[in-house]
């Protein structure tokens, strides 16, 4: 069983930093693909930036240049360096992995979320 669990989140500044990690267990396969969300308030969920085991990445235009995300493989860990943090970020962030057995099955797992609060 798959396990992903996110950490790191907290109130902060507007203009200040933060960094979230999400840490995956269990069984997961070499091609997998890490995406942080964040769901605000009374609105959509929205994708913020992907990582592919392969080292491809991908950030919303809301974030480029402010967040960046990383992974480290041989922990099966991906972390959001989150940067000039505005009182719009403000949102629940969640972690998703995403992989195929060996079979070509997709399955993806959720993480449960960690809160991100940009206030003075």
């Known amino acids: 069983q798959v396990q992903v669990v996110e950490s790191g989140g907290g109130l902060v500044q507007p203009g200040g930093s933060l960094r979230l990690s999400c840490a995956a267990s269990?069984?997961?396969?070499?091609?997998?693909?890490m995406t942080w969300y964040r769901q605000a308030p009374g609105k959509a969920r929205e994708m913020i930036a992907s990582?592919?085991?392969?080292?491809?990445?991908n950030y919303a235009d809301s974030v480029k240049g402010r967040f960046i995300i990383s992974r480290d493989n041989a922990k099966n860990a991906m972390y959001l360096q989150m940067n000039s943090l505005k009182p719009e970020d403000t949102a629940i962030y969640s972690c998703?992995?995403?992989?195929?057995?060996?079979?070509?099955?997709?399955?993806?797992?959720w993480g449960q979320g960690t809160q991100v609060t940009v206030s003075s």
């Open positions: 998703r992995l995403y992989h195929r057995s060996t079979r070509g099955i997709p399955y993806e797992y």
């Open positions: 990582t592919h085991s392969g080292g491809l990445t």
């Open positions: 269990g069984t997961i396969f070499s091609d997998n693909t």
